[in-house]
T-cell receptor, first 116, second 114 residues
Framework: AQSVTQPDIHITVSEGASLELRCNYSYGATPYLFWYVQSPGQGLQLLLK??????LVQGIKGFEAEFKRSQSSFNLRKPSVHWSDAAEYFC??????????????FGSGTQLTVLP | DTEVTQTPKHLVMGMTNKKSLKCEQHMGHRAMYWYKQKAKKPPELMFVYSYEKLSINESVPSRFSPECPNSSLLNLHLHALQPEDSALYLC?????????????FGQGTRLTVV
């Protein structure tokens, strides 16, 4: 069965500092990987996705992520964090469930706090 | 239009009430989802509709009843809920066969059961 692990429950960075959020997955085949962001009381917004091809993917809001098959990782990065980046970040893997339906499996999330 | 619209945004209901949550999308997506999210937790999948047919029911209690009247609409009917059902209920949609996992989420309905 597929699973996603986000080892860091909470990360605090200063505004302008670089950011890396960790994500490890377990999946038998080539994974379809995603990062979503959720501001308090809001829905989730897709930041970026990896399906195949170039292992470094660019997303919205200046985020990027790198797929490393050897490490089963898909870490999210941003060179310079803005105060508005404070939110909950979820890594997810796309998987097949029973029958033909498909779904996302989410990690437990990482809460990002940005200090002024 | 890349929006998933959920109504209402907030709902307070008693344990004997019947209410419904509504979700609408006009992106032509053929898969729609209901998720439940408790505070500080990831979303938990409840139901999946694929081509307007219920394809996944993740062992959700019968007091939650989904309905997909057409390809653009998804409802969640609520009856005799418990206080522990209080949560953020998220609707999402995805293209279906071509891109099944790139989900667009609504802003959610914050449900409080009293």
């Amino acid at each position: 069965a597929q699973s996603v692990t986000q080892p860091d429950i909470h990360i605090t960075v200063s505004e302008g500092a670089s950011l890396e959020l960790r994500c490890n997955y377990s999946y038998g085949a080539t994974p379809y990987l995603f990062w979503y962001v959720q501001s308090p009381g809001q829905g989730l917004q897709l930041l970026l996705k990896y399906f195949s091809g170039d292992t470094l993917v660019q997303g919205i809001k200046g985020f990027e992520a790198e797929f490393k098959r050897s490490q089963s990782s898909f870490n999210l990065r941003k060179p310079s964090v803005h105060w508005s980046d404070a939110a909950e970040y979820f890594c997810a893997v796309g998987s097949f469930s029973s029958g033909s339906a498909r779904q996302l499996t989410f990690g437990s999330g990482t809460q990002l706090t940005v200090l002024p | 239009d890349t929006e998933v619209t959920q109504t209402p945004k907030h709902l307070v209901m008693g344990m004997t009430n019947k209410k419904s949550l509504k979700c609408e999308q006009h992106m032509g997506h053929r898969a729609m989802y209901w998720y439940k999210q408790k505070a500080k937790k990831p979303p938990e999948l409840m139901f999946v509709y694929s081509y307007e047919k219920l394809s996944i029911n993740e062992s959700v209690p019968s007091r939650f009843s989904p309905e997909c009247p057409n390809s653009s609409l998804l409802n969640l009917h609520l009856h005799a809920l418990q206080p522990e059902d209080s949560a953020l209920y998220l609707c999402a949609s995805s293209e279906g066969q071509l891109n099944p996992w790139e989900a667009f989420f609504g802003q959610g309905t914050r449900l409080t059961v009293v």
